[in-house]
């Protein structure tokens, strides 16, 4: 198979050096040289294409090679970090959030985990057979605890349950009235004729856990997982990570992980999809001979409104 070649090469005239053999011994030469060009082109764009190939994957990964190189050295100039230092770091990094959850459960045992898809497009520069574009679906997730809490579970009975219960009404309903009048003012306000609205609006809105707000949350990073919250088998795998992680952090904390975790159980959130999948995969877990392997610990599954927060950012 030729390779196609997709733009007429421009002649180039090389002149030869300026001698006493006469301008007939010049053409002559100039003659020769634009052959051997040609000769040489018509070579190139002759050549099999798996060999254009081949010496292509060769230049890039010369390139790397020379990309490597040059990061070893600005390494040694000390404008960056070794591979090595930046894996140190991370364990550091994970060392201090292991601390940071069980520092904080001897405090509270009360946490929250919180999940969601994280997806990644690779692209490769150079597409082929062996290479191509590459959609990895990861799950991310975080544990933390609540700013206000009780250790005390409140517990309504049934018979006393009524659909008005559910419903916004009085001081509830003034409230979010209030607070959507606040909101609506702000984005207002970015308008010249509203503009004298900036003056009048609060700074935040009232509400009765401003202060707890206005702490700081204790939020900690747990590890990254290569797992699609698409399929079943993933999500039952992302449990399971769940339920080992926080044996082995309240083990610390408390020395015995059974009682302390299996008393308070951990709320786990995510997005309505995320909530979907991991209430499903617990449910495929129902028949279980242990309490770990049916994620009795994890409970209840809730939705996290973050899309809808940012739905009213971007607007």
Known sequence: MKAFKTQKSL?????????????????????????????????????????????????????????????????????????TTKLRLLDEASSIMDKGI????????????????????IKTGQQSLEKSNRDLHLFASNIASPDKYSLVPTRTPLTDLNAEMFLLSGNYRSTLVNSYSVILGRILCELKAFSWMANVLPDHI??????????????????????????????????????????????????????????????????????????????????????NKRFEDLHPFVIELWHTKQDFLEV
């Open 11 to 83: 002649q180039k005239t090389v002149k030869a050096p300026k001698t006493n053999l006469g301008p007939e011994s010049e053409s002559e030469s100039e003659t020769v040289l634009d052959d051997e060009e040609k000769s040489n082109d018509d070579h190139h764009y002759s050549r099999p294409l798996n060999t254009v190939v081949a010496d292509i994957q060769s230049n890039s990964v010369s390139v790397l090679m020379v990309i490597a190189a040059a990061l070893t050295r600005f390494n040694r100039l000390g404008v960056t970090m070794s591979t």
């Open 102 to 121: 069980v520092s904080r459960l001897q405090k509270s045992p009360l946490v929250k985990i919180t999940g969601g898809n994280l997806d990644m497009y």
């Open 206 to 291: 009232h509400h009765p856990y401003q202060h707890e707000m206005s702490l700081k949350s204790d939020i900690f990073q747990l590890p990254i997982m290569m797992k699609n919250e698409a399929k079943h088998e993933d999500c039952v795998d992302i449990l399971d990570t769940y339920e080992a992680v926080l044996s082995d952090y309240y083990h610390k904390a408390f020395g015995s992980s059974e009682d302390v975790l299996h008393k308070f159980g951990v709320t786990v959130g995510g997005d309505q999809l995320t909530r979907v999948r991991l209430e499903e995969a617990k449910n495929l877990r129902a028949l279980a001979t242990t309490p």
